[in-house]
């Protein structure tokens, strides 16, 4: 797995709620590991939302534990990292992404139809 250094003040806003996401232990089991590893990740505040967020995966549902990304992400081209929304404009018509990694102020600014 790609190493990563995280910036701890990461504050990542849910793709569909545009809300602060909380941080939470997400579990998960790497291939041909016989333990369960734990990694920092983050999840929308709207009970019905469901959405994860981490830098690995990006924006996603676990409906049985299993990753089931979002079709729409967009990665850091130079740490391959998925990058998460650090704000908005424009009511949420326009994202602004930006890589987890830190230091890095590699970003994406995205238009969106709707929100
Ligand atoms: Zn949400
Ligand atoms: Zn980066």
Redesign the pocket.
């Known amino acids: 797995m790609h190493f990563a250094v995280i910036d701890t003040e990461l504050k990542p806003l849910c793709t569909r709620h545009l809300q602060p996401m909380n941080r939470v232990d997400i579990y998960w089991k790497p291939e041909g590991a016989e333990n369960l590893s734990c990694m920092t990740g983050y999840r929308c505040v709207i009970d019905k939302c469901g959405l994860f967020y981490d830098v690995y995966s990006g924006y996603h549902e676990r409906p049985d534990g299993m990753v089931n990304a979002l079709d729409t992400q967009y990665h850091?081209?130079?740490?391959g990292?998925s990058m998460y929304v650090a704000s908005h404009a424009l009511k949420g018509a326009v994202k602004h992404f930006k890589?987890p990694?830190y230091g890095?102020t590699?970003g994406e600014s995205v238009h969106t139809a709707a929100a």
Do not use: A, D, F, V
């Open positions: 850091c081209q130079e740490h990292l890589c990694q890095c590699r």
